[in-house]
């Protein structure tokens, strides 16, 4: 499908173009998380004219009626454009932390097991960014939560983190694309819509249409600071030990944002499952703010035990214990 040279066309296309610098179109293939709205129809779109070879994956979450029929719907469009694929892909949305984050762990499991080796591509915005940006800050979920979402993490690809969702709707204008609209992005039940629906366009009124463009520049150098940060843990934890145990007075003479870091960075090589700020503070207290106080019972555990990091002869260990003790 030969795509119009418009301005939102040219813009979503150089997006892709400058995510898969360095692989020449003729090599890059991809599959792209296809819900049906704008900003993946665009993206979709872009992809096939930029790559040799586009899979489209739908993701079917079955929590509405008619989800399989807009599923059906998303594939067959993603074949009029070009794609080499489309395959609609069914889940059970089920677990805790509420129908948000049970549906986007079901998403990504079944993009992981459906996508052959494939990256895949993401249809995030500049816009989604900043939302989550927001939702960082107001959680008070320390620098990682604040520095968004990644351009490229692992399997997934992001190329339109710098295009603005506005564009992504008038692409499909321009092409004549008739986008899905979700009653779910539109449902104040959800936070993240609030603050796109509320929040947000507050924002840029009293800042003159700047907030979105600042919130995803400050995530942008978050993220080049944590990984400054990150190396420097990761130096801190091969002097101090790294292994189980960790040597106090190693940790106890580093800056404390990267201590923290590390400790945080052990306890995950440890296979400790939700690491909080509260655990990495009271952990810290054991290092610098010693006073013979108690281990911290820290999560992943199995069955009728849990994980304790103790202070003993001047290091940091983890303990298995029994949970009802």
């Known amino acids: 499908m030969r795509l119009p040279e418009t301005l939102a066309v040219l813009a979503v296309r150089h997006a892709v173009r400058e995510w898969s610098t360095g692989l020449p179109p003729a090599e890059l293939q991809v599959a792209v998380a296809l819900s049906g709205g704008a900003d993946s129809l665009a993206l979709t779109a872009a992809a096939v004219a930029e790559a040799a070879a586009v899979d489209a994956l739908v993701v079917d979450h079955r929590l509405q009626d008619g989800s399989d029929e807009v599923a059906a719907v998303a594939a067959a469009t993603a074949r009029s454009l070009g794609c080499r694929s489309a395959r609609v892909l069914p ?6 932390g509420g129908m948000e984050a049970a549906a986007r762990t079901a998403r990504y499991a079944a ?29 008070g979920s320390g620098a990682r939560a604040i520095q968004g979402m990644a351009p490229s993490d692992g399997p997934w690809g992001r190329p339109l983190l ?5 564009t992504t709707r008038q692409f499909c204008a321009d092409l004549g694309l008739t986008p899905y609209e979700d009653p779910h992005n539109s449902s104040p039940d959800f936070t993240r819509v609030r603050l796109r629906t509320e929040v947000l366009p507050l924002l840029e009124d009293v800042l003159g249409g700047t907030a979105a463009l600042a919130l995803a520049r400050t995530a942008e150098q978050l993220r080049a ?16 030990g790294s292994g189980l145990a960790l040597d106090c007075a190693v940790l106890g003479a580093a800056a404390p944002a990267v201590r923290r870091r590390a400790v945080r960075a052990w306890l995950l090589a440890q296979g400790v499952r939700g690491v909080a700020g509260t655990h990495i503070r009271r952990i810290d207290e054991l290092v610098v703010a010693w006073r013979g106080q108690g281990g911290v019972a820290v999560g992943g555990g199995v069955r009728g035990t849990r994980l304790v990091v103790v202070r003993e002869h001047g290091r940091l260990t983890l303990a298995r214990t029994d949970r009802e003790r």
């Open 91 to 96: 889940v059970e949305v089920t677990g805790t």
């Open 111 to 139: 993009l992981d097991a459906a996508r052959a080796g494939l990256p895949v591509l993401l249809g995030h915005t500049l816009d989604d960014q900043a939302e989550t940006v927001l939702l960082g800050l107001a959680r």
């Open 162 to 166: 710098s295009v603005r969702r506005a």
């Open 225 to 240: 600071d944590n990984g400054a940060l990150d190396e420097f843990a990761d130096e801190l934890l091969s002097r101090a």
